[in-house]
């Protein structure tokens, strides 16, 4: 099966911070990769789709990149309402499967 | 406005079985594909499988296969997920999430949840 391998697990930043996650399938899935991010308490709200387009209505400080087996997901100018947990999903074909989540706390 | 609609938490005995059921309004239910996600209490998202209403079409994870079943009833627009021989560590929340198709399989739009608790 398909494996997403998100990194880090976790990482504490700073206001005004460039936070970056990165998430790497074992497997060539082109641009078919999509970013959640999941406060505490709430469900999940999609971010990023096909790698890098923006979700209508997210911010802007939020960007993806990556093509094939690595992706990244960029969080520029770290705000506190930013502190999630944010997670990658292939959905090249089935199994769509998860990241494990990187866990984004504020300094 | 897009709403997914669940039905409200369960209390499951192991060895049973639960369906959860996911109403959707506010978009075209024969264009979207539905995914059921489950995530068990501080751990990560867990895709079950996906159902494509239009064909009636499912893929399920291999984890829950011979488990799991999900269907779509094109009359009422909803998805039902049902899993069975329930046991302690399907202790859950239950999303169901659309896509816009099989293609594009983002999930644009989640549901609020469903937790099902497998307790003796």
């Known amino acids: 099966d398909l494996q997403m391998t998100q990194s880090p697990s976790s990482v504490s930043a700073s206001v005004g911070d460039r936070v970056t996650i990165t998430c790497r399938a074992n497997q060539d899935i082109n641009n078919y990769v999509a970013w959640y991010q999941q406060k505490p308490g709430n469900g999940p709200e999609l971010l990023i789709y096909?790698?890098?387009p923006v979700q209508s209505g997210v911010s802007s400080r939020f960007s993806g990149s990556g093509s094939g087996t690595d992706f990244t997901l960029t969080i520029s100018n770290f705000q506190p309402e930013d502190v999630a947990t944010y997670y990658c999903?292939?959905?090249?074909?089935?199994?769509?499967?998860f990241g494990q989540g990187t866990k984004v706390e504020i300094k | 406005q897009v709403q997914l609609e669940q039905s409200g938490a369960e209390v499951k005995k192991p060895g049973s079985s639960v369906t959860v059921s996911c109403k959707a309004s506010?978009?075209?239910?024969?264009?979207?594909?539905f995914s059921w996600v489950r995530q068990v209490p501080g751990q990560g998202l867990e895709w079950m499988g996906r159902v494509i209403p239009i064909v009636g079409v499912t893929n399920y994870a291999q984890k829950f296969q011979g488990r799991v079943t999900m269907t779509a009833d094109k009359s009422t627009s909803t998805t039902y997920m049902t899993l069975s021989s329930l046991r302690s560590e399907d202790t859950a929340i239950y999303y169901c999430a659309r896509a816009p198709g099989s293609a594009r399989g983002y999930s644009d739009y989640w549901g609020l949840g469903t937790l099902v608790t497998v307790s003796s």
């Open positions: 096909a790698s890098s």
């Open positions: 999903q292939n959905y090249n074909t089935p199994p769509w499967t």
């Open positions: 506010g978009v075209s239910f024969t264009s979207s594909v």
